[in-house]
């Protein structure tokens, strides 16, 4: 590959395209995708696909959008793939987004004119600090904006237009897979990897520009099944015992100062809850327990567990039932591996003009699910933040440097093969 390759660049046009249509998933559906809108964003992209030259590029009937860049090199190299998904949060409305762009940023607050109390503030927004000069994306604060994780889409499709226009650049067969659902945590359900047919894979969904994600929290969720006592409540003394109190005390009981997401930072884990059903003769708490570890997770559960056992003293003639479900894995188990995964996308970020810096994800992603289903993937910058919310921007120069770090991740598989 040149060591200088001169970089055009089409990610802001896309971007904005795709940030108009409305893929808003929805977990309450039962179907795949959630949502019928999200394939109008797919239909577009398999347009886009092919019109740079990826004649395969097609969409299933669940959604899902696969395409093939041929790799031009005699070597034999490991097929990688680029992965970015096309829903948004149901947190926070898709519909009607109307972008802006704040030209050469210059500091300070950024007030979003669609309603002007939504305000990205600077000391709020510590990454700010590193965007003087470039032009930043928002939406207009009556809607999240979409970068999560159409940033993502629109620097794949770019990096696969530039490959394909600079056949100097070898590389080898390079896949595109982007899916429907993540936001809900159903984007790999129905993917198929044998028609994927890759080795690796990378997400394009992360935040800050040279950020490389190569774990992931573990997970699991606790149901704790309480059975009371229902009486009348006219002639309930000394017979009844209230399920919805029982529950509301073991919430009360949870510690208030450590292990819940609003306490905690950083690599420690927490237990939530998340649901509260409730009768007066049964309800049900259902908590999300979240750490890098298994043996954190362990902690956490016996934590919670505890504490149903020390309220339900109270509750003498009360019954309880405790599950604990496993969700998803820390990807690392499986990055480490294979060290030239995140080794290569190192690199790649360098060659971009960027400082790489790896961290961990204080959830999961596609790449988490894919990894134990048999494709190791990390999670790589694509320039979001303030995701789910109307607060969220992207810098323009930031997904731009994500198209570079994409080109030169896709030479440097040939280069080392």
């Not at 704040?102 to 709020?124: C, F, H, K």
């Not at 810096?357 to 190791?376: A, Q």
């Amino acid at each position: 590959m040149p060591a200088s390759p001169v970089f055009d660049y089409t990610v802001l046009e896309r971007f904005l395209r795709y940030v108009v249509i409305d893929t808003r998933s929805d977990p309450e559906s039962p179907t795949t995708p959630s949502t019928e809108k999200q394939k109008n964003l797919g239909r577009l992209l398999v347009s886009e696909l092919r019109d740079i030259g990826l004649g395969d590029a097609a969409m299933d009937d669940n959604g899902y959008v696969y395409a093939t860049l041929p790799g031009n090199t005699a070597k034999a190299v490991p097929v990688i793939c680029f992965c970015s998904h096309m829903d948004t949060s149901p947190d926070c409305s898709g519909a009607n987004v109307k972008p802006q762009i704040v030209r050469n940023y210059q500091g300070g607050d950024i007030i979003l004119p669609g309603d002007t109390t939504q305000v990205i503030r600077a000391a709020e927004h510590p990454s700010l600090a590193h965007q003087t000069g470039h032009d930043i994306v928002t939406s207009d604060g009556t809607t999240l904006l979409g970068a999560d994780n159409k940033a993502g889409l629109a620097e794949i499709v770019d990096a696969m237009r530039f490959l394909v226009a600079h056949p100097e650049i070898k590389h080898g067969t390079v896949k595109v897979l982007f899916t429907p659902d993540e936001e809900i945590g159903r984007g790999v359900d129905k993917a198929d990897l044998k028609r994927l047919a890759a080795d690796f894979a990378y997400t394009i969904d992360g935040e800050a520009a040279g950020t490389i994600e190569n774990e992931t929290f573990s997970a699991d969720a606790a149901i704790v099944t309480i059975t009371g006592v229902a009486a009348h409540p006219g002639f309930a003394k000394g017979k009844m015992e209230n399920a919805i109190k029982i529950a509301a005390a073991i919430i009360d009981a949870l510690p208030k100062d450590t292990c819940s997401p609003e306490t905690t930072e950083g690599r420690e884990g927490f237990l939530h809850p998340v649901s509260v059903t409730s009768q007066l003769g049964e309800a049900k708490l259902q908590f999300i327990l979240r750490d890098f570890d298994d043996a954190g997770l362990r902690a956490k559960a016996a934590l919670l567990e505890r504490t149903v056992t020390d309220v339900m003293r109270g509750f003498p003639r009360s019954s309880y039932r405790f599950e604990v479900k496993e969700q998803y894995r820390n990807m690392r188990v499986v990055l480490d591996q294979h060290p030239a995964i995140v080794d290569n996308a190192m690199e790649a970020v360098r060659r971009a003009g960027l400082t790489p810096v790896k961290g961990s994800i204080r959830g999961g992603t596609d790449g988490s699910r894919l990894s134990f289903m048999g494709l190791p993937c990390p999670n790589i910058f694509a320039g979001e933040h303030a995701f789910h919310s109307p607060l969220e921007w992207v810098s323009v120069q930031d997904m731009q440097a994500a198209v570079r770090t994409i080109v030169h991740l896709a030479a440097l598989w040939e280069e080392r093969a």
